[in-house]
């Protein structure tokens, strides 16, 4: 393959299923930090840009139920996949697994020697390791974040069969788990998807899909070695994205990190100054 060549990396399913995880991702960020840092002068603005505190609450609630619609969404789909796709032959130490492996201790290992001149940058195959951190964050953070809130959204169905200073330790651990999330997110994800050389001002490709040629050479060497090697090769070839993709990614996700970046100031001045 040479030339302008695009290839699919993403499908649809995992394409849409990151706007619902962003979005509401910001939805419960935005409403819930108010209550986190309810002493500073920006929470009452954030909650009255929302609509009121009634509006937060059921904005968070809203937000939470398409966590757990998407959480649980994708259990089936990994289930569908290994199941039905692969009829049980899918390796889970492979390239294509997201389950950590030994050649990723070896890239970080690697990594660092090139961030201080030391070495070659790592050749990545489909998932790199921070692509698999981020993942298995995402079932750290969503099952402690979503069993704490639960006991926080129900409190009369579980005071039933839980003592009551539980309600107080669910409190502190949802609060402090949201604050972790969004700190990673607005940082450290922040800069691999935004502020790497590579990748300024936007990786573009979880909303079209799709990398050219020469940015698999760069990024996904092995993949794009695998790929080469497959007998339908010319299946994973799709045209460029179309134009309308292009601009709704990059509002998407211009908007995301606006409202991220903000949201980082007031909680910096939430913590440390106010």
């Known amino acids: 393959m040479s030339g302008e060549v695009y290839i699919r990396r993403l499908n649809a399913y995992h394409r849409v299923l990151h706007v619902i995880m962003a979005s509401s991702f910001f939805g419960l960020v935005i409403t819930g930090m108010p209550l986190k840092y309810s002493y500073a002068p920006w929470a009452g603005v954030l909650v009255r840009m929302v609509g009121g505190y009634q509006e937060a609450g059921l904005i ?11 959480f649980f ?21 492979g390239p294509d697994s997201m389950v950590p492996r030994w050649k990723d201790i070896k890239d970080i290992y690697r990594s ?3 961030f201080f001149g030391l070495g070659e940058r790592p050749r990545f195959d489909r998932w790199t390791y921070w692509e698999k951190f981020d993942y298995w964050a995402v079932f750290w953070g969503v099952g402690v974040i979503g069993v ?9 169905f579980f005071s039933r069969f839980l003592p009551g200073w539980i309600f107080n330790v669910t409190t502190i651990i949802h609060s402090d788990e949201a604050l972790l999330a969004a700190g990673f997110i607005f940082t450290v994800h922040f800069f691999n998807t935004h502020l790497r050389p590579e990748k300024f001002p936007m990786d573009m490709v979880i909303f079209t ?9 760069a990024e996904k060497p092995l993949e794009l070695q695998r ?4 007998s339908n090769c010319a299946g994973r070839v799709v045209p460029a994205p179309p134009g309308w993709l292009l601009v709704a990614g990059r509002a998407f996700g211009s908007l995301l990190l606006f409202i991220g970046l903000v949201m980082l100031v007031l909680i910096i001045l939430g913590q440390f100054i106010l």
């Open 73 to 93: 969404a994708h259990f089936l789909y990994v289930t569908y996949f290994v199941a039905v796709v692969k009829r049980f032959r899918f390796n889970p130490f």
């Open 112 to 114: 660092f020697r090139w």
């Open 60 to 70: 968070h609630r809203v937000c939470a139920a398409a966590t757990f619609g998407y």
């Open 209 to 217: 899909g799709r990398l050219t040629e020469e940015q698999m050479k």
């Open 148 to 156: 704490s809130g639960l006991t926080l959204w129900f409190p009369e």
């Open 227 to 230: 790929i080469e090697n497959e």
